[in-house]
């Protein structure tokens, strides 16, 4: 009946009761089978269960009849699933898969598939969990169990979202939403909020996004304060934060360049300064999100939880300009990642150190800008393998992205391998979402145009093809090139280029809004 809040009151008022239970009892074995189904919802559950089925050694099930082997097989797979051993959990619900044709309790069944599909999904096969999750969700409705299918149904709409078909995820997603609030289960309700959020981020509707974490995070610290999926949530709700103050810097930005392009028409910008006052209020709401989600993840050693809440924090880090301390995060949560195998966290890693390394070559931070240069090279190439080995369409996207990047910066300033790692990150993104990498395409896109026509024009003067041009028209155009340039290095403070180029801040000004890049700050 998925009525899980009431479970998991009644699991810790049994607890003592279910560790005294008699092993030798006829109804004991099928009880750990039960009870397993709230490992995933419950610590204490997961507890309990662990220490039930360590209280029947192999010899002794062999006294057990069909239905109680059966049952303590599918909880001993429940918890190498937990333990992430998903190759030993497959055996266990094969095998009762196997037997569904005797005369079993038909619920085995459907369970043994619900898990199997589980397991599927954590290793990426969609289309086997798929297939795995619809064959439970349909005995599930055949034996009448209605909550325990929409539950299952949930896990369809999930499935479909990791697929990337956003509208069929959310239409499985609502219809088991519907009949899960009348259950109570909030587990699974969490876990379509958090799907929700997911799918907005996807669209770039960042609030929305943090709405639904938030929703989440509300729903998992009700079934446990220290529920490990409360810092998922968490980490998920800053990201969201993070991305609504990107959002919001560059519409502030867009305003600022829009009103120097066209200053007699300017009206007074009070709303610049309280948009940037929001900025910094979502990234100091963020950090303490995640100081949150490191401390409680810290706390319980979920390794992979920790590694992602020090990735967003070293995003955020380095969107502040502390590159120093994002550097420190990526490398801790690399290690991490590496700890546990997780390639998609090795990879988010090393995305973070990419990016921090080109920040800091393209501000000329240290003795050997090319070294950090290289380093955003190697990151990024490093990161693509990883990405690879996912199959994460954003992780894919975002590391051709990183590559781009590192190919357009002066050091190694190939425009074709840059255009390339655009073209390729293109494939993986989805057509009409204008999110978080979208922006970042089009960034490198147009920072791609301006280097090649600008390497074309240089080689053709250089070969002296001048297209009938006079020498001050020549000149007019190779400071159209210089200035602009410069300006971005010198954190587009005019002052900084007037001082560095010995010119007079008219011409300059003058150029940038010739330009279209009128938007320096005195």
């Known amino acids: ?47 309990t269960v662990r220490e039930l089925v360590n209280s029947f050694p192999r010899p002794s099930r062999r006294r057990l009849s069909l239905d109680g082997y059966l ?90 979202l990791d697929k990337g078909k956003q509208a069929p995820a959310m239409e499985l997603l609502q219809e088991a939403e519907a009949g899960l609030q009348q259950a109570g289960d909030s587990f699974w309700l969490a876990n379509i909020q958090s799907a929700y959020g997911s ?16 929703r989440a995070a509300a729903y998992y610290f009700e079934l446990s304060p220290q529920h490990t999926a409360v810092a998922r949530s968490l980490t998920r709700l800053a990201h969201a934060q993070r991305l609504t103050a990107l959002q919001i810097a560059r519409a502030v930005d867009k305003r600022v360049e829009n009103r120097r392009k066209a200053p007699k028409n300017a009206s007074p910008a009070l709303t610049e300064a309280f948009a940037r006052e929001d900025v910094e209020r979502l990234r100091a709401e963020a950090f303490r999100r995640l100081a949150e989600a490191v401390a409680m993840s810290r706390s319980l050693v979920r390794l992979r939880c920790l ?56 501000e000329g931070i240290g003795e050997n800008p090319a070294q950090h240069a290289q380093r955003a090279h190697d990151f990024a190439q490093e990161a693509l393998a990883y990405a690879r080995q996912t199959g994460s369409r954003r992780l894919l996207a975002s590391s051709h992205l990183c590559q781009g990047q590192a190919f357009c910066n002066e050091f190694f300033n190939d425009t074709e391998a840059a255009a390339e790692c655009c073209r390729q990150a293109a494939e993986f993104l989805t057509p009409g979402h204008h999110n978080q990498l979208w922006q970042e395409h089009q960034a490198l896109v147009r920072k791609v145009a301006r280097t090649g026509q600008a ?9 002296g093809l001048v297209g009938g041009k006079t020498f001050q028209q020549i000149t007019e155009d190779f400071a159209d090139l210089v200035i602009p340039t410069v300006w971005e290095r010198e954190g587009r403070n005019i002052s900084r280029v007037v001082e560095k180029l010995s010119i007079s801040p008219k011409k300059v000004r003058r150029i940038l809004s010739r330009t279209g890049l009128k938007g320096a700050n005195d």
């Open 455 to 463: 390497d074309t024009r240089l080689q053709e003067w250089s070969q």
């Open 199 to 214: 799918i907005a981020i996807d669209e770039g509707r960042y609030e929305s996004a943090a709405g639904h974490f938030t």
């Open 307 to 362: 590694a992602l809440a020090l990735i967003e924090r070293g995003f955020l880090l380095a969107d502040c300009g502390q590159f120093d301390r994002a550097a420190c995060e990526a490398a801790e949560a690399f290690e991490l990642g590496s700890k546990i195998k997780d390639h998609g966290v090795m990879a988010q890693a090393r995305l973070l150190e990419s990016r921090v390394e080109n920040a800091q070559y393209e």
């Open 71 to 160: 049952h303590l097989r599918l909880a001993e797979g429940i918890l190498q699933l937990a333990d992430g051993e998903t190759e030993l959990a497959v055996s266990h619900f094969d095998l009762v898969i196997s037997l569904q044709h005797e005369p079993i309790e038909p619920e085995l069944a459907a369970l043994a598939h619900f898990w199997s599909g589980c397991c599927a999904r954590k290793n990426r096969e969609w289309d086997s969990a798929l297939e795995s999750t619809e064959r439970a969700r349909s005995l599930m409705l055949s034996l009448g169990h209605i909550p325990a299918a929409a539950m299952m149904r949930a896990l369809e709409g999930c499935l479909s």
């Open 1 to 47: 009946m998925r009525r899980v809040e009431h479970a998991v009151g009644w699991l810790e008022e049994h607890g003592e009761v279910l560790r005294a239970i008699n092993p030798d009892h006829r109804n004991t074995a099928p009880c750990i089978g039960y009870l397993s189904q709230w490992v995933e919802v419950s610590d204490f559950a997961a507890d």
